[in-house]
């Protein structure tokens, strides 16, 4: 049975997961004038949900669903072409699992910690830890969807100091799209590995690896 509260919990940005640490692009975007105002990062989200977001939501999906996550972790390889990006993912992966086996812990995560020391992509582990805290593959692909745009609304609030008030608008007006790229994550992910959604958003990647190479920045990716 799905726990409300355990869906809570996993989605709260308060979860020790590092990705207080990410602005999820945002720095980059706010530094190039495509971040300027509430507009501008309802646009910036709408855009990240619908391509990367999607993708890694279908891939958490997919690890709820107990699909191989020796796969799910390739497969989120070859979605990722930016070693920047790569490399943040891996990181918030072993964050995700450090904060996941100490809150439920489970013979999967184990396997998974093991199999992975240096870190699994960040999607593939908190689907394996949704699925240990007995959520879906809806549950987790929600989790994925509201994390992508929350992480830049968080972010451009602290780089702007833009009005709480309205970046939380913003996610809430993005609440409709959210739920659709969630239910469009998990129906891929019952199809197999192979059907797994592959959308792609060229700049973040190029800015991905322009924002690695700044000397000095707020976030780490």
């Known amino acids: 049975m799905t726990s409300r509260a355990a869906l809570l919990v996993l989605a709260d940005g308060r979860f020790p997961a590092g990705g207080h640490a990410h602005s999820g692009g945002a720095e980059a975007a ?14 910036f989200c709408h855009g990240r949900l619908h ?12 690890a709820a669903l107990g699909h191989d996550p020796y796969a799910l972790d390739a497969a989120a390889d070859a979605r990722t072409p930016s070693p920047a990006l790569r ?5 918030l992966g072993r964050q995700m699992m ?3 086996r100490a809150t439920w812990p489970c013979p999967e995560l184990d396997a998974l910690a093991a199999a992975f020391p240096r870190g699994a992509h960040q999607p593939v582990v908190l689907g394996v830890a949704a699925r240990a805290a007995g959520l ?31 970046a ?15 239910e469009e994550a998990a129906a891929a ?10 959308a792609s958003a060229p700049l973040l990647d190029i800015t991905a690896e322009q924002h690695a190479s700044w000397p000095v920045r707020l976030f780490a990716s």
């Open 189 to 198: 992910a019952r199809k197999g590995v192979d059907a797994l959604p592959a």
């Open 98 to 100: 450090r904060a996941s």
């Open 136 to 166: 879906g593959p809806e549950d987790a692909a929600h989790c994925v969807a509201y994390e992508t745009v929350s992480g830049p609304a968080t972010a451009t609030v602290r780089l702007l100091s833009l009005d709480p008030f309205q």
């Open 87 to 91: 490399a943040a993912a891996r990181k």
């Open 30 to 43: 706010v530094k190039a004038g495509r971040i300027t105002d509430a507009a501008s990062l309802a646009a």
């Open 51 to 62: 391509t990367s977001g999607l993708t890694a939501a279908a891939l958490a999906a997919a």
């Open 168 to 182: 939380t608008a913003v996610l809430a007006r993005l609440a409709p799209a959210m739920d659709r790229v969630a």
